[in-house]
């Protein structure tokens, strides 16, 4: 059974930081792109970071670029993003995600749909 638990969640400042924590289970970790995608009420899910199998290719969206850090470990099939100087309008649920992806990391990131397992979801609140 594929489970991807996220963890890290919360409520911050604007301004402010989190990490996010993603746990894989049931499946082969290293075969798969993994990804942070966001979603917030009457919007449709976005990408926000990808990271390829080995972790050798990283893909942001324009908004967190240089705010948000993607990273992976394979060997406790985990992945993280660390988010600093958060904005209100990262204030969304926040989604663990697996792919195959044969496209590559840039069109997952933009076609969300591509996705072989999500995780449950954490939020995250920024106040202003």
């Known amino acids: 059974q594929v489970q991807l638990v996220e963890s890290g969640g919360g409520s911050v400042q604007a301004g402010g930081s989190l990490k996010l924590s993603c746990v894989g289970s049931?499946?082969?970790?290293?075969?798969?792109?993994m990804g942070w995608f966001r979603q917030v009420p009457g919007k449709e899910r976005e990408g926000v970071a990808v990271?390829?199998?080995?972790?050798?290719?990283?893909y942001y969206g324009d908004s967190v670029k240089g705010r948000f850090t993607i990273s992976r470990d394979n060997a406790k099939n985990t992945i993280e993003l660390q988010m600093n100087r958060l904005r209100p309008e990262d204030t969304a649920m926040y989604y663990c995600?697996?792919?195959?992806?044969?496209?590559?990391?840039?069109?997952?990131?933009?076609?969300?749909?591509?996705?072989?397992?999500w995780g449950q979801g954490t939020r995250i609140a920024v106040s202003s």
């Open positions: 049931g499946y082969t970790f290293d075969a798969y792109y």
């Open positions: 990271i390829s199998r080995w972790g050798g290719g990283t």
């Open positions: 995600a697996a792919g195959r992806v044969s496209l590559g990391g840039d069109w997952w990131l933009r076609n969300p749909s591509g996705t072989d397992y």
